[in-house]
């Protein structure tokens, strides 16, 4: 069964204070993603990953960075966190190959920037 | 560019009832195009996928038609339960292999 995992579940932070976020696949996934979603405007994508090494951009980068170290892991950084960046993340993974374009989907992180 | 509007909000019905929601996309390829289910305090998951080659699908009691002539696809169900309570997303692969995605539809059933 495909497994998406995230961590922290839960997240308070302060403004201006580091936030990273995890995510744990293990799928054997290429493709990696992260999402915020917020009500009216569903799912937005922050960064992305085609593999170990790699990160692009999404439609919302700004104010956020995202690290590929393995296959396995892909995290979302806040170095500078705002009360905008309050939300939920969701961290997805995917094979775009062979047509298949499904993206399995981690249980998300509800982050809080007071 | 490629884009995908899903107009409805919030959907209400009571159970029993048909349900029926509508996306329209802008692509200049072939769509490939879907239909993701996100249940309370889960993320997402894929429920159908429909391509120009079928151009409908089905899954768990749900259908999904295409119309390239109208350029929208629909997600349909004759009957609804309280448990098809969810937001249903629709999304379109993009020209990078990418997933677009409407805004989303909440999915409210009185029981």
């Known amino acids: 069964e495909a497994a998406v995992t995230q961590s922290p579940r839960n997240k308070v932070a302060v403004t201006g204070g580091k936030v990273t976020l995890s995510c744990n696949q293990t799928n054997n996934h290429n493709n990696m993603y992260w999402y915020r979603q917020d009500t009216g405007h569903g799912l937005r994508l922050i960064h992305y990953s085609y593999g170990a090494g790699s990160t692009e951009k999404g439609d919302i980068p700004d104010g956020y960075k995202a690290s590929r170290p393995s296959q396995e892991n892909f995290s979302l950084i806040l170095e500078l966190a705002t009360p905008s960046q309050t939300s939920v993340y969701f961290c997805a993974s995917g094979d775009g190959g062979l047509g298949l374009y499904e993206q399995y989907f981690g249980p998300g992180t509800r982050l809080t920037v007071l | 560019g490629d884009s995908v509007i899903q107009m409805q909000g919030q959907v209400t019905l009571s159970e029993n009832d048909f349900l029926f929601i509508n996306c329209t996309y802008s692509?200049?390829?072939?769509?490939?195009l879907f239909w993701y289910v996100q249940y309370s305090g889960e993320g997402p998951q894929l429920l159908l996928q429909?391509?120009?080659a079928n151009n409908k699908g089905s899954s768990r009691g749900f259908e999904a038609t295409y119309d390239k002539g109208t350029t929208s696809f629909h997600l349909q169900k004759t009957s609804v339960q309280e448990i098809d309570s969810a937001v249903y997303y629709c999304?379109?692969?993009?020209?990078?292999?990418?997933?677009?995605w409407g805004s989303g539809t909440k999915l409210i059933i009185k029981p």
């Open positions: 429909v391509t120009t």
């Open positions: 999304a379109m692969k993009d020209s990078n292999y990418q997933l677009i």
């Open positions: 692509t200049t390829g072939y769509p490939t």
